[in-house]
Structures are given as C-alpha cells and as structure tokens.
C-alpha cells in the first residue's frame, strides 16, 4: 500500500514468518516490544516508511520497510487489503527485521526471498508471537482480553456448574482450556468448591499468568457482539470483540 492509503477501519490481520521470530531474540525485552507496537501501529499507517524496488539484484518489489529502535532496526513486511465475501480486509505480512547498518535488513529479506522460504504453514499471527517473545498485549497497545474463544463443550460447562465452582453465565464464556484449569484449581484444602479460585485458575491459563484481571470486564466483554470479519489465509473469522482497533485475531 502506498502512503495515505489506510485499512477499513484501521483493522488488518498481521502475521510473521519464522524468520522474524528469530530476529528478535537478540533484542531485550523492552527492545521487542519497542518494535512490536511500532508494528502494531502499521494498522493505521499501512504504507511504513517507503516501498521497495528490485534494485541492486534485491528481488523486493512489493515489500515495505519501517525503521524501528531509534532508526537503528528496519522491519520489512508487506501491506494489502483482500477481498473475503465482498468484504474489504487489511492484510499486513512481515517478513523480517534487521539493523540497518550496511543494509543488512534488505539483504537478509532478499535472501529469504530468493530460498522460498516465505512459506504459509511458517506463518504466525501477532497474538502468537507474542507469546512466543514473552510480550504482554498490553505493552504493545492492545486489549488482550477482548476475545471470545471456542467455547467448551455443553457436557463440561455443566459438570462445572453442577459442581458449584463457577455459575452459568461464566462457565460458558470460557474456554475448554481455561475451565479444564478452573476445575482442576477450583477447590479449597477441604475439598469445597472455591468459585474465586477456579476463576483465578481460568484467567491465569486464559494469558498465562498476566494479572490484574476485572472478571466483570472480560465476561462482559465475550458477551458482545464479535468482529466476525473473515480472514482470509486461515479462513477464519476475527474473534475480537466488534469494532476493535488494530490486528485481527483468528485464534485465542
């Protein structure tokens, strides 16, 4: 995308390829997340800094780049908008990041896209990779708890609710993962139920230990109505709650 063009909504999905992972393990915690929102903002400025061309033998044309980290990194990606049942869609790819000194950036992007490895099944969307870096969604600008995941399955939410762990209406805005903790932690030394430490046990799975957590906002929350947007590649809707700003989400 070229500079002024913007997202529907300043919505995209975006995924890494495995090579931007690895990029990012020389950098520190702050370093990552530093470069993280910066991507995350590319959903309101999809064009990045400038376009790539294929000079110098560089096969790039098509490719955007970014100077992150005190203009001392570049992240190359690429920004379109698809087409998914008439809807319009923001897509952002990235690709990879490097220092900028000598260029590096481009040449390892070139390299990668020479060796094919730009491969769809090494793709990874953003909620993901922040996982696999020890970022917390917040730090870099997102609600981490706007999503409704899969729901578990009608036997297990009223074996928990029978149980007298958790009530209905919570039970049900849980995942399988999430009420599997729930009903596992959810009881005192005595063997009575604890509803306030199964939902404890529920929310620590659901983001692995972030905390504090409002109960009331997130269950509130999975109840509105959800984005719903088809994403095209995973051929999945965004599970994020409607309206939501920024990424996409097709798993939780």
Not at 24 to 31: G, N, S, V, Y
Not at 51 to 60: D, E, T, V, Y
Not at 118 to 135: F, G, Y
Not at 164 to 181: F, P, R, V
């Amino acid at each position: 995308m070229r500079a002024g063009e913007s997202f529907p909504y300043d919505q995209a999905y975006i995924e890494f390829n495995d090579a931007f992972v690895e990029s990012l393990e020389p950098l520190t915690i702050a370093q990552r997340e530093s470069l993280l929102a910066d991507v995350v903002a590319l959903c309101r400025n999809p064009a990045g800094a400038h376009p790539l061309s294929n000079r110098g033998g560089q096969k790039l044309a098509g490719w955007n780049t970014l100077d992150v980290l005190q203009k001392e990194y570049r992240v190359v990606f690429a920004s379109r908008v698809d087409v998914v049942d008439g809807v319009a869609v923001g897509m952002i790819e990235v690709l990879v990041a490097g220092p900028r000194r000598a260029e590096a950036a481009y040449d390892m992007a070139a390299a990668l896209v020479r060796s094919g490895r730009i491969d769809p099944d090494l793709l990874t969307e953003v909620w993901d990779v922040l996982a696999l870096v020890e970022v917390v969604a917040e730090e870099v600008g997102l609600d981490g708890w706007d999503y409704r995941p899969e729901p578990a399955p009608p036997g297990m939410v009223k074996a928990a609710v029978a149980s007298g762990i958790l009530d209905e209406a919570t039970a049900m805005n849980l995942s399988k993962d999430e009420l599997e903790a729930a009903m596992t932690h959810g009881w005192d030394t005595d063997g009575n139920p604890d509803p306030v430490g199964a939902v404890g046990a529920a929310m620590r799975r659901a983001r692995a230990g972030v905390e504090p957590f409002d109960l009331t906002r997130i269950m509130s929350g999975r109840r509105e109505s959800r984005c719903g947007v088809i994403l095209k590649r995973v051929k999945r809707p965004c599970i994020r709650r409607e309206g939501h700003p920024g990424p996409h989400r097709a798993t939780s």
